[in-house]
Every structure is written in C-alpha cells, then in structure tokens.
C-alpha cells in the first residue's frame, strides 16, 4: 500500500436510476479492506436493519460501519425530521473524515440529500476541495448528484436502469438486493 505521503485520494461518485450505485462502492471498500487500509462507511438514508455488506463488514477489524438514515424517506412524513438527521450525518461525516483516521470513506447515499435540498451540493463541494486530507479517498453514492460535486469528482459514474426484477413484482431478495 502507498504511504498516505505518495498516494493520491480520489474523489468518486456513483450516481442515476440504475442498480449498482452502492454495491459498487462496497466492492471498493472491501477492496481497500482486503489491502489494510482503514475505512469508514456512512450510510444516509439506510436504517438500521442489518444488510448482507454489514454482516460482511463485521469481519474486518479495518471497517467501520454507520447506518445513520432513518430509513427510504421518499415515502417521508416528517421532513424537517429527515432534514435534521441529514444535517447531523453531514456533521458526522465531516468529524470522521477530518479526524484523518481513515484511508477511504463512503458518504453512501448523500446524493440523495442534494436531490432534496437537504444538504446543497456546493456545501459538499467546497468542504471537499478545502478540507478533504488529499491522500484520502471519498466516495459518494446516491441518485441526483449535485453538478457541483461531479464538477470536483475525479471519477463519476452514471448507473443507467435498462430492466429491474421490482417491475415485474419480485420483491428484494436476499444476498442481491440486501
């Protein structure tokens, strides 16, 4: 692994309608596990039901887990609620990534907090461009990213929905969708 001294920390975004967005952030976290470096996940919208990524993730002494959502708040009946506990992820999350404790950190779900304007994209984006360690990696994750963070992103992908199984009436199964 490189010294935190020659690496240089990417900033990514996995982003659109499609599947994928998280679960290809988690193969980068058990990637960066599987080399001994320190990670930090920061779920937004999950609850707190365990999913098969944080079972798997109680393996590593190397991972550090938080699911801190209150759960799918599209369906929401509270939004100052969901409002609030965005606000004290994104403070969370700050904490976490200025403590300079980890290699990589996933922001899993933030994007979604920009789409509903509960955390503004230039917010993010200026804290990353000013305060991010350089040799960190970030990762965010979530529907609607905010242009102004793709704009500072080093690597943005967009997940394209072509077919989903929910359509069709399969519900989530286990092991693939959680």
């Not at 993730?57 to 759960?71: C, K, M, P, S, T």
């Not at 072509?162 to 069709?168: D, R, S, T, V």
Request: glycine share 8%; hydrophobic share 40%; charged share 30%.
């Amino acid at each position: 692994m490189k010294s935190r001294d020659r690496r240089r920390g990417l900033v990514l975004v996995n982003t659109g309608s499609g599947k994928g967005k998280s679960s290809s952030a988690l193969g980068m976290v058990f990637r960066a596990a599987g080399w001994n470096m320190k990670v930090c996940v920061i779920q937004y919208i999950k609850g707190q039901w365990q999913t098969g990524e944080q079972k798997a993730a109680e393996r590593f002494e190397n991972i550090e887990w938080h699911a801190l959502g209150d759960g799918f708040t599209w369906d929401t009946k509270n939004p100052e609620q969901d409002i609030k506990t965005s606000r004290e992820i994104w403070e969370f999350s700050k904490a976490k990534i200025l403590s300079e404790e980890f290699d990589l950190v996933l922001l899993d779900e933030i994007n979604y907090c920009c789409g509903y304007n509960w955390i503004s994209g230039r917010e993010i984006a200026d804290f990353i461009r000013n305060e991010k360690p350089a040799w960190m990696h970030l990762v965010l994750t979530g529907r609607n990213a905010a242009s102004e963070v793709m704009e500072i992103a080093d690597t943005v992908t967009e997940m394209t929905k072509i077919k989903h199984a929910y359509e069709q009436g399969i519900k989530a199964e286990q092991g693939i969708e959680f």
